[in-house]
């Protein structure tokens, strides 16, 4: 999705961290995995989707919901 | 003091370094970087591109890494008299290799550009040369006029123009947009926009004109982060695009509004941005200026319309950003046309670029020193002006021009029989524009979901048409010209 080597995407990755991952990165990260997922992130909690890991934990969470 | 006076920008940096030596510059990951140490920085980087053999009017392929190294060759180059080709090393390799054929570079330096037969030195080998601060610097006779950069911008036929500024040029811009923003020495500004355009570049030779300090952030993608920049640092002013507003209102809500006592401006632009939009920042930011520029890269910050002040008519882009600079409005012929009629919109002033790289852009570029910015537009009798077209079919998605002829290139590279792009408002309403696809019908009909996947790689994601339509026919001109206004209607 943002043509980075997938070596490069660690649970520890933040947004920011590479130039790939910007704003606009983001939000293609954040609506394809709503859509491929089938998850809808509560908008109260983008703020701190911040992370590779803290994607995963919500993710998990919203469908142990 | 090291005489150069051919850059007022590097002039006042280097006046700063002596009346404020111990003032911080640069705060760039841990490092915080004072106006002397900047100054020393330069002078030892301009001393290694001298040994290297970088000769005045040489060009110089520089990546626009968001750190202070690609700051100290920025200004380093611009003391010897070498051409700054200032290129996002991420861009694709046939973006650059482009640039570098039209530009020949004699060297290239920063991270990430490999190109075959041309030398690549890192940021980190250039600091790392330790060999050459005792070379005396000479600075060579050059005029303010001479080219200090060269921005490549989109062109609409699908080729990137090389625009040539100045040093007149960048300085002029930067005295224009810190006379009417205010940034001043007291201000310390947080730059999360991408180095390798005209805006974030604009703004770090702002600050630094204004004896400021800067504050290097990646970008905005966390706001978390940048958040906790604007508190650590006492961030007072900030520059952003309008899709980044829009993000910052999805992923953060309001609370931006925390910071707004202590933030004394935020500049816009690079597109438009609603006037409800207008209205919350104002909400939200009731003492902050909210200054927001129309202009291109070719005549960067024509415009200003602060919002406060421009509360009864939201809609206008503003006026001449100083007394530098005039805007007018002409007809085809380049005949200026009153108040209220709607035209193509020209400026003129001292942060107009005098010309193209290569020649062939030049052509109708001008109405005589009149620059054609391709927007269409009037002037209203208090001498705001007001957009209402386009001539150029360039797509504006979050703030970056594509080129309809890029994305059509790539998709008929799959097969498709014709095609041509268009800009439709964002239906996410984050980005402003984004491209949509009309592929015309024909013995290769694939499922648009594999012409989607077949763009991934070709071209960046953001790029990608987001609505795609089977029709008939491209509609074209007798000489072939797609007729991409009429798919618009």
Known sequence: MLNVDLAVVTDQLSSGDIPEWDSVGNLAIISTIEQELDVEFPLEDLFDLTSVQSIVDEVIMLKND | ?489
């Open chain 2, 1 to 489: 003091m090291i005489n150069a006076s051919h850059s007022p920008v590097l002039c006042d940096i280097f006046t700063h370094a002596s009346s404020t030596p111990g003032k911080i510059a640069l705060v760039a990951g841990e490092a915080r970087i004072s106006y002397a140490q900047l100054q020393e920085r330069i002078l030892r980087v301009a001393a290694f591109l001298q040994s290297q053999g970088i000769k005045p009017g040489d060009r110089i392929l520089l990546a626009a890494n968001k750190e202070a190294d690609f700051i100290y060759l920025y200004f380093a180059a611009h003391l010897l008299g070498v051409v700054n080709v200032v290129v996002d090393s991420s861009s694709p390799n046939e973006r650059l290799d482009y640039i570098r054929k039209v530009t020949s570079p004699a060297i290239a330096l920063g991270d990430g550009i490999i190109l075959p037969g041309l030398t690549c030195i890192s940021f980190h080998d250039v600091l790392a040369a330790d060999d050459v601060s005792a070379v005396p610097i000479h600075v060579p006779q050059v005029s303010t006029d001479s080219v200090a950069d060269v921005m490549f911008t989109t062109g609409t036929t699908g080729a990137p123009k090389g625009v040539c500024l100045s040093h007149a040029n960048i300085a002029g811009s930067a005295r224009n947009t810190n006379g009417f923003i205010g940034t001043d020495a007291s201000d310390v500004e947080a730059l999360a926009l991408p180095l390798s355009h005209s805006f974030g570049l604009g703004r770090l030779r702002c600050v630094l004109m204004a004896g400021a300090t800067l504050v290097l952030v990646s970008n905005f993608a966390n706001l978390k982060s940048f958040f906790h920049v604007l508190e650590t640092e006492r961030v007072t002013g900030f520059g952003m695009v309008p899709a980044v507003w829009q993000y910052i209102k999805r992923f953060s809500g309001r609370r931006i509004a925390r910071f707004a006592d202590q933030l004394r401006y935020i500049e816009m632009g690079s597109a438009a941005l609603s006037v409800d939009d207008k209205r919350l920042l104002m909400e939200l930011f009731p003492t902050t200026r909210l200054c927001m520029h129309y202009g291109l890269t070719e005549a960067s910050r024509a415009m200003f319309c602060e919002f406060h002040a421009c509360a009864d008519n939201l809609d206008t882009v503003g006026r001449p950003a100083s007394d530098q600079v005039q805007a007018i409005v002409l007809d085809e012929a380049g005949r200026q046309l009153p108040d209220g009629e709607d035209g193509e919109i020209c400026v003129r002033g001292n942060m107009v670029t005098r010309s193209y790289f290569l020649d062939a852009d030049n052509q109708d570029a001008f109405h005589g020193d009149w620059f054609r910015t391709g927007d269409w537009g009037h002037r209203d009798a208090r001498g705001f002006f007001y957009l209402t077209g386009r001539k150029k079919e360039l797509i504006n998605i979050g703030g970056e021009k594509v080129s309809p002829a890029t994305i059509e290139q790539a998709i008929r590279s799959l097969g498709i029989t014709d095609c041509a792009c268009v800009a439709i408002p964002d239906p996410k309403g984050v980005l402003g524009e984004v491209p949509k696809a009309y592929l015309q019908r024909g013995d290769n009909q694939p499922a648009i979901e594999r012409v989607k996947q077949g763009l991934i790689g070709i071209l960046p994601p953001h790029e990608i048409p987001v609505e795609w339509e089977w029709i008939d026919k491209i509609p074209r001109t007798a000489s072939g010209k797609i007729q991409r206004l009429k798919l618009q209607q």
